[in-house]
């Protein structure tokens, strides 16, 4: 362990960019122009079993792994698969963050208002696994002794997080990502961390601001349309219906501290994987535990129930992410006008 007796030196760092340390802009109640940009880890998965974007997954010699599956070690991020995905969730905290969030010289980012990290974890609800968890026991009503043959198979959902980056408009997108910091050497970084990330664009509602933008946990919900429902359309449904639904309950004035729509309208470029998502609800939480309190509320039974008349809910899915703030102008944050 190193000790630090002295105060760090804050340069080049992303501390600099968010309060408060970092200059506020101020306010708006107009929608922001956001990338929810969804990520998979490079990893070892074989290539049939999670999409893979082409050129990602790279040796030390920055060249795609073919197969690597067959050739894990030669993976430049983790080549020992027991620590690959805990060097994957630091690396892409600790390292990659704060390089997206660094101005080089000539280079300008203050353009970009907000980024926030949404990392997933495995042990907040899910889709596949939601609460409440409960003991698995006999007809004895004693704890089974046998566990080791009756452990839970796992569902990894398709996705180990998402960049949330929020703009002012469109152009400011292109303004900052058209630098050569970001065309080239960000890129390369996404190369070694990910395995395919999406580039969606997306219209950002925020039905309830949060007090700080420090709320530590969210519930992401990817959602798809009904078949036969334009996108158009259950967009206008999910806003204008769905949004003070969720709102008015009484559980989410209880448990959720910050609750935003991410409405995509198009992409950076080709993204097969991300045009398939029709909505994104990041809904935010003081705790796990909240979350959990309110997944199992008679309120949030009657949200799902409604979600369903225009969501499929065979192709949407949920889970529960931990955020770090990387880059924040805003403060107030407001809700947005609809």
Do not use: C
Not at 39 to 48: G, I, L, Q
Not at 63 to 80: K, Y
Not at 93 to 111: L, T
């Amino acid at each position: 362990m190193t000790n630090q007796t002295v105060a760090p030196d804050l340069a080049g760092s992303d501390l600099l960019q968010r309060p408060p340390h970092g200059r506020v802009v101020g306010s708006t109640t107009k929608p922001l122009i956001v990338t929810p940009t969804f990520v998979s880890r490079t990893d070892a998965t074989p290539e049939n079993e999670r999409p893979h974007d082409a050129g990602s997954g790279v040796d030390r010699a920055g060249q795609e792994v073919a197969h690597p599956n067959r050739h894990p070690g030669a993976i430049a991020l983790e080549p020992d698969e027991n620590r690959a995905f805990e060097h994957w969730d630091e690396y892409w905290r600790k390292v990659h963050g704060p390089k997206f969030a660094y101005e080089e010289p000539g280079a300008r980012n203050d353009k970009v208002l907000r980024y926030d990290q949404v990392h997933r974890i495995a042990s907040g609800p899910s889709s596949a696994f939601r609460p409440p968890y409960k003991a698995m026991i006999g007809a004895n009503g004693r704890l089974v002794a046998d566990p080791a043959a009756r452990i839970p198979t796992y569902w990894r959902p398709g996705w180990d997080g998402f960049a949330y980056i929020a703009y002012g408009s469109e152009e400011d997108i292109e303004a900052v990502l058209g630098q050569e910091q970001y065309a080239k050497r960000i890129i390369a970084d996404e190369h070694t961390v990910f395995r395919m990330v999406t580039r969606e664009v997306a219209r950002e509602y925020i039905i309830i601001p949060s007090t700080r933008h420090r709320d530590p946990v969210s519930l992401v919900k990817i959602h798809r349309r009904r078949s036969g429902l334009s996108r158009e359309a259950f967009q206008a449904r999910w806003l204008k219906e769905h949004a003070d639904f969720v709102a008015g309950k009484t559980a989410t004035a209880e448990y959720v501290q910050r609750y935003a729509q991410l409405h995509p309208f198009g992409s950076t470029q080709e993204d097969p994987e991300g045009s398939k998502i029709d909505g994104i609800s990041v809904l935010s939480f003081a705790s796990l535990n909240d979350v959990e309190d309110y997944l199992v509320s008679a309120d949030h039974a009657a949200i799902e129930a409604a979600e369903i008349e225009f969501a499929d809910p065979d192709m949407s899915e949920f889970w529960t992410a931990v955020n770090y703030g990387v880059i924040n102008r805003l403060s107030p944050e407001l809700a947005t006008e609809r």
